[in-house]
């Protein structure tokens, strides 16, 4: 059993039923792409939250204990998200697919996270608009959730200079206040951007 499967299989939301702050705050960057991917979705929260502004939305996972709450919840809110039980890192994704795809949160190891912010803009189309936040290096210092390994952190200069190759609509590091269940809770330190992609 992977540790995210096992992280998802309770009764409980481990990052609660409501959408990450950045995707609410910022959702109407996706008003006019209207089929979506959802990465790294664990319970779903983003993903209906999408799915009630009337987006078609797919969330990708590696838990499946995860997309089985996806799909609760959703019912919850009766409204539809596919479900695809997916390894980012070594599965192949859709190509030109999605009018858009997001992330929240969605931690790998240095050697791999730009392997799979790579695979999820092949999944968009060209002029899909992609929006991610993730916990910086700094978050170390704020124990507030995420990954308590530096390897598994962002590195805000890194991430932007991925994002130039593309139309950056929004870039920001610095504080937030995050209150998203029992697991991320309190001021952290992320790295946020919305994309365009025109190659």
Same mark, same amino acid.
């Given at each position: 059993?992977?540790?995210?499967h096992k992280r998802f299989d309770t009764a409980q939301y481990m990052y609660g039923e409501s959408p ?14 209207? &089929?979506?991917? *959802? ?15 009337? +987006? ?7 838990? &499946? ?13 009766q409204v539809t998200v596919n479900t695809v039980l997916c390894d980012l890192i070594n599965d192949d ?23 799979? %912010? ?21 978050? %170390? ?23 130039e190759h593309h139309k950056i609509l929004h870039f920001f590091t610095g504080e937030q206040m995050r ?8 001021? *952290? +330190? ?10």
């Amino acid at each position: 059993m992977n540790t995210w499967h096992k992280r998802f299989d309770t009764a409980q939301y481990m990052y609660g039923e409501s959408p990450n702050a950045f995707i609410k705050s910022h959702v109407d960057a996706l008003q006019d792409h209207k &089929e979506i991917a *959802a990465f790294a979705e664990g319970e779903g929260r983003n993903a209906v939250f999408l799915a009630q502004k009337g +987006h078609v939305v797919t969330a990708f996972d590696y838990a &499946e204990s995860g997309l089985t709450k996806t799909t609760q919840l959703a019912n919850k809110n009766q409204v539809t998200v596919n479900t695809v039980l997916c390894d980012l890192i070594n599965d192949d994704l859709p190509v030109q697919q999605f009018d858009g795809a997001i992330m929240v949160f969605g931690h790998f190891h240095k050697t791999d996270q730009f392997h799979v %912010l790579d695979k999820i803009m092949t999944s968009v189309k060209q002029g899909g608009i992609v929006m991610i936040e993730v916990y910086s290096e700094t978050q %170390l210092h704020y124990k507030t959730g995420g990954p308590p390994d530096q390897d598994w952190l962002y590195d805000a200069k890194q991430v932007l200079a991925w994002c130039e190759h593309h139309k950056i609509l929004h870039f920001f590091t610095g504080e937030q206040m995050r209150t998203e269940g029992i697991l991320h809770t309190g001021l *952290a +330190h992320t790295v946020q951007f919305i994309i365009q992609k025109t190659c």
